[in-house]
């Protein structure tokens, strides 16, 4: 283990794909830059999958977002903080998709490729020669995923996505932030990771279900409807009760006590989402007028009273500290937790158990850290094999395997 400004991190040598790793065996021609395809790719690729990233000769945009950047003064490199986060366990190969070589090069990847992840603007992959149609005809296994901002058809289908836009256009943003304050957007790029999530699930039930058809397909997500679908509970106030949900801050609609609370030295967040848990918070806190009030004995009687009940419930929270509220609470199992800062969040004794900061090599800045794989596969958190790529660094051995591919076919 190292260390790192107090938190743990467990370190990660560069090692081949794992025959335990379910997608080992799996080439991804991956054609996406920013975050939603990169995220999709990185899972695939923590899976076990060859994850071929395909960058033009600027490299993907998120190479300039930055600052802040991770540096090596002595080696004069530097690569921005966000393309770190999103593009470990992946090979990056350099094509200029304008010249005929790049593209050439480009289809002898797709040829020997499982999967094919584009986030192109729709119709602009096609008009290089890489439509789905023209693709399946000649490669009838392939699984061909494409993300965009708004879906292959409709009035939107031509305008560029980035998160922010489908947050607001998704109705994500109306609801999110304080009473009485403007729309704000969620602090992480949600409709981006989302939306990385669910084609990366399309992906895989395709695998699957070409292991008995023998058949690729076709899968689409765009930002705007994954958006839709996050808002779940939201949404369908509307579409049910016709209710038009607004900013709630951290409260819960419909149970209380839920949400972030103060206490003496910090916040807490609280989710007495039963009343057997009611009944047990009060116990554990000390505040036997509230659990003997039979206003506050319901979930229902309490969101009705929610005001009325905080009046009570603020002021004794605030005479104790988060370690007094957590403790008691965890101990007599009701749900709680500190509202941590990062550096908080890499110091807690759990989440360094876990292993989930992961230091490796890395081509220019000599080792670099990393969020380890967000699952455990047979019994272990799947390896990162590879730490982010350097913008072309296997070029040279991508083409060298692609021709010794094709020598030996």
Known sequence: ?????????????????????????????????????????????DLGADVI???????????????PYQEDPEEGARE???????????????????????????????????????????????????????????????IYASVSGFGQSGPYRDRPGYDVIAQGLGGLMSYNGEPGRPPMRVGVAVADVFSGALITQAILAALYARERTGAGERLDVNLLESVIALGSSQVSRYLTAGQVPGPQGNDHPSIVPYGTFECADGLVNLAVGNDSLWRRFCAALG???????????TNEGRVRR????????????????????????????????????????????????????????????????????????????????????????????????????????
């Open 306 to 409: 929610r005001a009325a009940l905080n009046a009570e419930l603020f002021p004794a929270l605030r005479t104790l500290t988060r370690a007094e509220i957590t403790g008691r609470l965890s101990a007599a199992g009701v749900p709680c937790g500190p509202v941590n800062d990062l550096a908080e969040v890499f110091a807690d004794p759990h989440v360094q158990a876990r292993g989930v900061a992961v230091r490796v090599p890395h081509a220019s800045l000599g080792e670099t850290t990393v969020t380890a794989p967000p699952w455990e596969i047979g019994a272990r958190v799947p390896p990162v094999r590879r730490a982010p790529p350097t913008l072309g660094q296997h070029t040279a051995e991508v083409l060298a395997e692609l021709a010794g591919e094709e020598g030996g076919a």
């Open 1 to 45: 283990m190292l260390e790192n400004g107090g938190a743990a991190i467990s370190d990660s040598p560069s090692l081949p794909p794992s025959p335990r790793l379910p997608l080992a065996g799996v080439r991804v021609a991956d054609f996406t830059r920013v975050l939603t395809g990169p995220f999709c790719t990185m899972l695939l690729g």
């Open 80 to 142: 921005a903080t966000y393309f770190l986060s999103v593009n470990r366990n992946k090979r990056s190969v350099v094509l200029d998709l304008k010249t005929s070589e790049g593209r050439e090069h480009a289809r002898q990847i797709i040829a020997r490729s499982d999967v094919l992840v584009e986030n192109f603007r729709p119709g602009a992959f096609e008009k290089l020669g890489f439509g789905w149609d023209a693709l399946r005809a000649e490669f009838p296994r392939l």
């Open 287 to 297: 505040l036997a007028s509230l659990g003997a009030n039979p206003a506050y004995a």
């Open 53 to 67: 990233k395909i960058e033009p000769p600027q490299g993907d945009d998120t190479r300039a977002w930055g600052p």
